[in-house]
Nanobody, 118 residues
Framework: VQLVESGGGLVQAGGSLRLSCAAS????????MGWYRQAPGKQRELVAT????????NYADSVKGRFTISRDNAKNTMYLQMNSLKPEDTAVYYC????????????WGQGTQVTVSS
């Protein structure tokens, strides 16, 4: 499975961005997808996850009410709508896929930079 993120950029505090993650390859094996982020000098942290059917989502407390995760299985694409952005949201955002095909494996995208200016 290959994952390619897009949609990052520079935005002012209070603004919005939408990230996309396009999956290719053996996408039929994807169980759960998620967004993670890593700020300079900090560990990578969970932002949000969504199950394969999109029926169950999970968010970090820091983004609840501001971010929305979704996926379009027909397009093999996952999204992260980010509203009311704060400077502390500045990080590299990574797409993640949990895949089960004979064995369970985890895949990462290359990341996309999000910078929120105050």
């Amino acid at each position: 499975v290959q994952l390619v993120e897009s949609g990052g950029g520079l935005v002012q505090a209070g603004g919005s961005l939408r990230l996309s993650c396009a999956a290719s390859g053996s996408t039929f094996g994807i169980i759960t997808m998620g967004w993670y982020r890593q700020a300079p000098g900090k560990q990578r942290e969970l932002v949000a996850t969504i199950t394969s059917g999109g029926g169950s989502t999970n968010y970090a407390d820091s983004v609840k009410g501001r971010f929305t995760i979704s996926r379009d299985n027909a397009k093999n694409t996952m999204y992260l709508q980010m509203n009311s952005l704060k400077p502390e949201d500045t990080a590299v955002y990574y797409c993640n896929a949990d895949v089960m095909i004979v064995i369970r494996r985890n895949y990462w995208g290359q990341g996309t930079q999000v910078t929120v200016s105050s």
